[in-house]
């Protein structure tokens, strides 16, 4: 089979049989069986969905930040279109759990009731056969309707459900909708189920031309069509029109050639400098191709590469191209010192932890160290201790043999551990990790040996680990919550990453995150002297983190060519600015700072304890202290009463 005979009306129909597959009974006869001979689980069973504390669901919806950033466009237009018959729509990570949820007021408690809400967790292990469960295992939209959920309690709601891959056909997550109430009649959610499907493909193209930046983007759509969402074929092109990548639908068919195509012509009757003259000359504007096998049209749109601009990487005592260090070059006399401490320490065998407040950039310093290490070329692979449940976190770590438990995969899993061997090992949250795990933990550093659950045999292992934590891990050990020799197995390289508000290159940091913000769009664009005051000025609680999403955002609805206030999010806009050294303090605001200071006292300076003690928010709390210019005392380590 040649690829000109591959013909994109037959994608089309491909698409058709899977959406007749994803409703047939067979999927949900596979699902049920394994619900009860895997999962053990009780179909009577009276508990709801298992929901993540505030502090799981916080560190997870974190660790997935880029794909809720580019999930958040196709969750809007379900939401749209489907709120007002009664549905909400849930954004699922790959492992079932809850990290977006759109519902509708009036619904709001029939919703919670019914297990709909941010950080439930929809695993098919847990839930048995539903939409979002059912669609992981199945790896395929599903709709699992009123009785043909595995739990009586689930019995009057309807799911639909379809998994989002990424460019590697690697699984990201699940867009579900469900109802509470609705018809008996399967057929009734045929409308929402396609409206599922189409907007997961929207999230998935986005998640494809996101990865694929770097090159020449083509979608192809049939003639007449506009840059929509339906099943769309998406090419990655490098600059001489050569394929380098293709989209997941369209993979699987250049997958069963016997030879993988070349070029762009060996599809279509346009070479690659036709198209790319096309590009230059009429930007924006689609070009008609035609299939060689069938002679039909299509409109063919082609994407430029985003450039970013490189910046200078030379590293002491090594000439590099990017030296890992290079994004991270600070102002701040601190931070410089600890890079340039770190770097002596890249390609030692001595464990790194990086203290440091939620959002303050110790992934960042992590990924620093392995690409400036001489394991560079080797894996970097992170565990956010935090993320995972206590449950999954030991296979998670260090792997299972085959039988090592019910539904264990059949020839079992290698963990992180082995998975990092030969390169670094980032555990995040290092703090959360339960302490039967840290005791083997213990046992990898000292001995650089690991066991696989259900293995009979140690496996070796070489690895630099990097830790980090925003607590602070000697209290921990005072409590009896962290394991004494760990700490000390830990700490002979400790580094504070001081919060954003501390820094004292802020300005720069603002200039260079607002920089990359403007060049990923396009364009070139300037604070107004009231932003940079107000940004230079705000309590940062999410530092560098919140910095970006706060640009991100004041770029993407700015306007013109100026940043005003505008344009940031409203909880900055409405933010009053602090009163000038030496200005008078009304005898009220006296009194609520006296009060502010006073919980902030009792509770040892934890921010969320004193702000439930004086009965407000925890956001409005840090505006009270920024309005009354409030600092935390200088601690050592990272800070952690501080959150």
């Keep these: 089979m040649s690829i000109a005979a591959m013909t994109l009306e ?50 997870l919806r974190e660790r997935e930040e880029s794909f809720l950033r580019i999930a958040q466009a196709g969750v809007n237009r379900l939401h749209e279109q489907v709120r ?53 295992v199945e790896r395929s939209p599903i709709l699992v309707h009123k009785q043909e959920h ?11 459900a379809t998994p989002i891959f990424g460019p590697d056909d690697e699984l990201l997550g699940v867009l579900n909708a469900s109802a509470v109430s609705s018809p008996d009649e399967r057929r009734s959610q045929s409308l929402v189920y396609r409206l599922v499907a189409q907007n997961a493909a929207l999230i998935e193209n986005a998640v494809f031309a996101e990865a694929c930046r770097g090159n020449w983007l083509v979608r192809l759509c049939p003639a007449g069509d506009d840059w929509g969402v339906d099943e769309g074929l998406y090419l990655a092109l490098d600059g001489d029109g050569r394929i380098v990548h293709a989209g997941r639908r369209l993979r699987r068919q250049l997958a069963r050639l016997s030879q993988p195509p070349g070029g762009i012509g060996d599809l279509l009757d346009a070479d690659a400098e036709s198209l790319l003259r096309h590009a230059h000359e009429h930007p924006g504007v689609p070009m008609q191709v035609r299939c060689h096998a069938t002679g039909g049209f299509f409109q063919l749109h082609l994407r430029a590469p985003s450039v970013t ?33 770190i770097k002596r320490l890249a390609d030692s065998r001595v464990p ?32 956010n201790c935090a993320a995972i449940p206590e449950s999954l976190i030991e ?25 990092a061997s030969g390169g670094t090992l980032f555990l995040d949250e290092i703090g ?11 046992r990898v550093l000292a001995e650089g040996e690991v066991m696989a659950l259900g293995a009979s045999e140690p496996e070796r292992v070489d690895l630099h680990v990097v830790c980090a934590t925003h607590r602070n891990l000697e209290s921990m050990v005072a409590q009896g919550l962290f394991r004494e020799d760990l700490l000390y197995r830990l700490n002979a390289a400790t580094f504070r990453l001081p919060p954003l508000r501390e820094r004292a290159d802020i300005d720069a940091l603002i200039a260079r995150i607002l920089e990359e913000e403007a060049e990923q769009c396009g364009r070139r664009i300037a604070l107004s002297a009231e932003v940079e005051q107000r940004l230079r000025a705000y309590h940062w609680p999410g530092n560098v983190r919140e910095l970006r999403n706060v640009l991100r955002f004041a770029v993407a609805v700015c306007d013109g060519a100026t940043l005003r206030l505008s344009h940031l999010p409203e909880s900055l806009q409405a933010l009053q600015p602090p009163p000038l050294p030496g200005a008078a303090v009304p005898a009220r605001d006296t009194a609520g700072k006296a009060e502010i200071l006073d919980a902030l006292q ?14 407000m928010s925890r956001s409005t709390f840090y505006r009270r202290m920024w309005r009354y210019g409030i600092e935390p005392p200088a601690q050592e380590g990272d800070g952690s009463a501080y959150s």
């Design 602 to 615: 009792r509770t040892g300076w934890h921010i969320s304890a004193a702000a439930r003690q004086l009965g």
């Design 432 to 442: 959360d990790m339960p302490l039967a795990l840290q005791t083997r933990l213990l």
């Design 309 to 341: 601009r490189a910046r200078s990487t030379a590293g002491r005592g090594r000439a590099r191209e990017d030296d890992g260090f290079s994004a991270l070059t600070s102002a701040d006399p601190g931070v410089a010192a600890s890079i340039e401490r």
């Design 10 to 59: 037959a994608l089309s129909r491909e698409a058709a049989q899977e959406g007749a597959d994803a409703l047939s009974p067979t999927k949900l006869e596979d699902s049920w069986r394994r619900s009860v001979e895997q999962h053990r689980l009780d179909p009577g069973r009276p508990a709801r969905p298992r929901i993540l504390t505030a502090d799981e669901c916080r560190h």
């Design 84 to 136: 007002d018959s009664g549905y909400c729509v849930l954004l699922t990570d790959a492992g079932g759990r809850t990290i977006d949820f759109r519902g509708q007021g009036s619904l709001e408690q029939e919703y919670r009731g019914r297990g709909f809400r941010l950080g439930a967790c929809w695993s098919e292990e847990e839930e048995g056969t539903c939409g979002v469960g059912t669609a992981i």
């Design 352 to 383: 790194i932890l990086l203290n440091g407040e939620t959002g303050a950039g110790k992934e960042a310093f992590a990924r620093a160290i392995h690409r400036y290490s001489k394991r560079r070329d080797k894996p970097f692979v992170a565990l």
């Design 395 to 419: 296979s998670e770590l260090f792997g299972y043999r085959e039988g090592a438990f019910t539904g264990a995969r059949s020839k079992g899993c290698p963990g992180k551990v082995q998975l």
């Design 150 to 160: 595995f739990l009586a309690l689930n019995e009057r709601i309807t799911c639909s």
